[in-house]
């Protein structure tokens, strides 16, 4: 019994050597960073040494380096909202340092987050196919100094709201967009000391560009949210420069409910 307990445990080890064995290696040194960049943002990361120390400047990039020379060998593991990944790290010379490593998305193991309702990917591919839909909401639209303003679509996935919004330059004058503001607020002001507004933030945005001559979409994707009757989401794109042109767009409870599904 004590020979097959014995045999048990160093099939145990061996088997745990084998699969740090098989990781990829990371060559790091006390004075070079190394930058790990993923292609999803970053959830969750361990080190299994103390000696190594690492921080997330970004969302996507994990960025570590040994605290001090010498530093002895450990494993990373990165979780991402759709993946898990582990690197051997190995103390080499400043010259054979890895200053960056790009997480190969063929190269990692499935892992469904349960922090994650949905990820930026299946978000990016949702806003997608919003826009390749006809625009139903006609009638929510508005015109401010030239800019028009329009609700096309309003959609629902899972926990999450799409909302699909256009832009239209009808002056001559190029539109850089400096803010995308959403807030809930009251539909009439009776007081301005009663006056309540709330800012939401959106999930995740299509498009980053800001910058357009004619015409501008983008989808932004909300976590689902309710709202009375006597409130309104309100959308204000505010223009990059001082003294620029703003445009609002007010949306009622009623047209949330007639969200379609994708």
Known sequence: MKKLLLLYVLFALLSSASAQDSLQVVHVHENVSTHIVSPEPIQYVDISTDEVAGDIPVANILRVKPKHGGAKQGIITIVGERFLVQYRLAYSRADQADTRVRIDPTQVDNYLNPAVAMSREDMARFALLALGRKPRFHSVTTKEQGIRARLNNIYTVGDYFFIDLS????????????????????????????????????????YDTGYFKRQYR?????RKFTFPEEKVLHIEVA???????????????????????L
């Not at 190029?174 to 301005?192: G, M, N, S, W």
């Not at 983008?218 to 909300?222: A, D, H, K, M, S």
Request: proline fraction near 3%; hydrophobic fraction near 40%.
């Open 218 to 222: 983008n989808v932004f994707v909300f």
């Open 167 to 206: 832009l239209k330059n009808d002056t001559s004058i190029p539109y850089t967009i400096d803010q995308v503001r959403f807030k809930l607020e009251d539909k009439k002001v009776v007081k301005a000391t009663n006056f309540q507004q709330v800012e939401l933030q959106p999930s995740f945005q299509l």
């Open 239 to 261: 223009e990059e420069q001082v003294s620029g042109r703003r445009v609002s767009l007010r949306i009622a409870y009623a047209d949330l409910l007639q969200a379609d599904t």
